[in-house]
T-cell receptor, first 114, second 111 residues
Framework: DTGVSQNPRHKITKRGQNVTFRCDPI?????LYWYRQTLGQGPEFLTY????????KSRLLSDRFSAERPKGSFSTLEIQRTEQGDSAMYLC????????????FGPGTRLTVL | GEDVEQSLFLSVREGDSSVINCTYT??????LYWYKQEPGAGLQLLTY?????DMKQDQRLTVLLNKKDKHLSLRIADTQTGDSAIYFC???????????FGTGTRLTIIP
């Protein structure tokens, strides 16, 4: 399967714990995006990378959130001191810069904070 | 900021056409997209239209864009049970990388 993959698919944690999600983009894609989708809503943009550089961050990305893409391939999204309001689906997407703007999405990681 | 709006629900009889509507506010939109999301799954890109086009047809899908009214629609011909899903409209503004999504329209097929 050469699509975008995300791990884990589901994560249940207790409030106050730290969690980390991983995204593996399509191999030749140099742009990688993180979105968050809460129940009954459309995805909301969090941040994006061009290779290893983080070029834009949404105001939604509080200080407790950090994203990295250390070698310009896979990316991690860490949430520290989780809160119940962080419960959501976290979606990763990737694309090749210069190609029509189409973003390919992964299956998402569903986070539940108890 | 930019806003994208959709009606929440649509029910259609199997075999009929479905029309899902979307309005957006961003005057600088370059591309507009339709994504499909099945339960528990990620987003599947169905089709997109460049902002200087009025219409795009792709097999059973027809996209109409009225740029003056900032209105986008997706028509699905001969709707089947496999078309049951949530459909999201999204826009990409000029110079932007982020997609702005609507709240999604849940399409239910009546047998």
């Amino acid at each position: 399967d050469t699509g975008v993959s995300q791990n884990p698919r589901h994560k249940i944690t207790k409030r106050g714990q730290n969690v980390t999600f991983r995204c593996d983009p399509i191999s030749e894609h140099n742009r990688l995006y993180w979105y968050r989708q809460t129940l009954g809503q459309g995805p909301e943009f969090l941040t994006y990378f061009q290779n290893e550089a983080q070029l834009e961050k949404s105001r939604l990305l509080s200080d407790r959130f950090s994203a990295e893409r250390p070698k310009g391939s896979f990316s991690t999204l860490e949430i520290q001191r989780t809160e119940q309001g962080d419960s959501a689906m976290y979606l990763c997407a990737s694309r090749l810069a210069g190609v029509m703007g189409e973003q390919f999405f992964g299956p998402g990681t569903r986070l539940t904070v108890l | 900021g930019e806003d994208v709006e959709q009606s929440l629900f649509l029910s259609v009889r199997e075999g009929d056409s479905s029309v899902i509507n979307c309005t957006y506010t961003d005057s600088s939109s370059t591309y507009l997209y339709w994504y499909k999301q099945e339960p528990g799954a990620g987003l599947q890109l169905l089709t997109y239209i460049f902002s200087n086009m009025d219409m795009k047809q792709d097999q059973r899908l027809t996209v109409l864009l009225n740029k003056k009214d900032k209105h986008l629609s997706l028509r699905i011909a001969d709707t089947q049970t496999g078309d049951s899903a949530i459909y999201f409209c999204a826009d990409l503004g000029f110079g932007n990388e982020k997609l702005t999504f609507g709240t999604g329209t849940r399409l239910t097929i009546i047998p």
